[in-house]
């Protein structure tokens, strides 16, 4: 078995890649763009909901290596798994995290995007 897409793949060909968390939730309405793709911080939602649509930041990056590590045992071929930090620190994730996890290779992580800038634009009609 392999898995595919990876990141790069899926963004080209506009698809989600299989193993991964959602990057963000940013395919909703106005509000969760006001919260940067995220709902946790929106008021009113069912604890239930923020629970099921955690974004890739939103997850323990030590849970996401785990089971990737027990997914690995079925894989005939090599996996590709990026690693999200909301608040990346020194000790946040060590690399002895990565050897204890049983997975043979590591590579690198994301540190979470900077809030996006709200911009306006105003178009004259021509005449």
Avoid at 28 to 37: A, F, L, P, S
Avoid at 39 to 68: H, V
Wanted: glycine letters at 4%.
């Amino acid at each position: 078995m392999a898995i595919a897409p990876t990141a790069t793949i899926s963004n080209i060909v506009g698809c989600y890649p299989c193993i991964e968390p959602l990057y963000d939730n940013l395919y909703t309405e106005n509000q969760i763009k006001y919260q940067g793709g995220s709902i946790q911080n929106i008021p009113n939602l069912p604890p239930s909901l923020k629970d099921k649509y955690k974004g890739a930041f939103e997850l323990d990056p030590r849970w996401m290596i785990k089971i990737t590590a027990e997914r690995s045992k079925w894989i005939d071929q090599s996996i590709s798994h990026n690693v999200f930090i909301a608040k990346p620190s020194g000790s946040e994730l060590s690399a002895s995290q990565v050897e204890k996890s049983t997975l043979d290779a590591s590579k690198f992580g994301y540190t979470q995007k900077r809030d996006s800038e709200q911009a306006t634009v105003k178009l004259k009609k021509q005449r």
